[in-house]
């Protein structure tokens, strides 16, 4: 990543390694939020309105986890960088593999948290440690809600009026309590 230095540059106990992390799961967010956005459209076309709609709600609650990481570092001394997201993919070749992407997509962000929760440790940063431990529960969360849906198409199969009963349900499942309301880190 381009090292971008804020003009003035204030002390703080934010180490460069874990600004670069933290920038990082910025990005990784930001495209778990696209990712969303793209596969929501894309059922909408083919006409799964229930699950475009968990979908396009998913992708709001993705883009929350990014400012919410956006206002620590900024809060913590650092600088947050607005990442720039690229190679979409736009395409699916069924509604099955779409939540099979996004269960794969979910272990992929934990292992990134998990790794930024280590460093941070390892390296003294209470603060962020504390600060993302949300994350480490939310994942935990998003991985559940994930594994949940594939088991809809299990249960359901997807065969005859199957696709139509799977969408239903998907429709019925909650995303937790508030999917990452932005607060203020905490000390302010
Ligand atoms: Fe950001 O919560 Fe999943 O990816």
Same mark, same amino acid.
């Given at each position: 990543?381009? #090292? /971008?230095?804020?003009?003035?540059?204030?002390?703080?106990?934010?180490? !460069?390694?874990?600004? *670069?992390?933290?920038?990082? +799961?910025?990005?990784?967010?930001?495209? !778990?939020? +696209?990712?969303?956005?793209?596969?929501?459209?894309?059922?909408?076309?083919?006409?799964?309105?229930?699950?475009?709609?968990?979908?396009?709600?998913?992708?709001?609650?993705?883009?929350?986890?990014?400012?919410?990481?956006?206002?620590?570092?900024?809060?913590?001394?650092?600088?947050?960088?607005?990442?720039?997201? !690229?190679?979409?993919?736009?395409?699916? %070749?069924?509604?099955? #593999?779409?939540?099979?992407?996004?269960?794969?997509?979910?272990?992929?962000?934990?292992?990134? /948290?998990?790794?930024?929760? %280590?460093?941070?440790?390892?390296?003294? %940063?209470?603060?962020?440690? +504390?600060?993302?431990?949300?994350?480490?529960?939310?994942?935990?969360?998003?991985? *559940?809600?994930?594994?949940?849906?594939?088991?809809?198409?299990?249960?359901? $199969?997807?065969? $005859?009026?199957?696709?139509?009963?799977? %969408?239903?349900?998907?429709?019925?499942?909650?995303?937790?309590?508030?999917?990452?309301?932005?607060?203020?880190?905490? $000390?302010?």
């Amino acid at each position: 990543m381009n #090292k /971008i230095k804020a003009k003035i540059t204030k002390k703080t106990s934010l180490i !460069s390694e874990v600004e *670069e992390r933290l920038n990082a +799961q910025v990005k990784m967010e930001g495209v !778990s939020s +696209q990712f969303y956005l793209a596969a929501a459209s894309w059922c909408e076309r083919e006409g799964y309105e229930n699950a475009a709609n968990f979908l396009y709600t998913h992708s709001e609650e993705e883009r929350m986890h990014m400012l919410k990481l956006i206002k620590y570092i900024n809060a913590s001394g650092g600088y947050a960088l607005a990442p720039e997201i !690229s190679g979409l993919k736009y395409e699916f %070749d069924t509604l099955r #593999k779409v939540f099979d992407e996004v269960l794969e997509h979910e272990i992929k962000v934990t292992n990134s /948290i998990n790794d930024i929760v %280590d460093f941070s440790f390892k390296v003294k %940063d209470y603060a962020t440690f +504390q600060f993302l431990q949300w994350y480490v529960a939310e994942q935990r969360e998003e991985e *559940e809600l994930a594994r949940r849906v594939i088991e809809i198409f299990d249960i359901i $199969g997807e065969e $005859g009026q199957g696709l139509w009963f799977i %969408d239903q349900e998907i429709g019925k499942l909650g995303h937790g309590e508030e999917g990452g309301a932005i607060e203020a880190p905490e $000390g302010e």
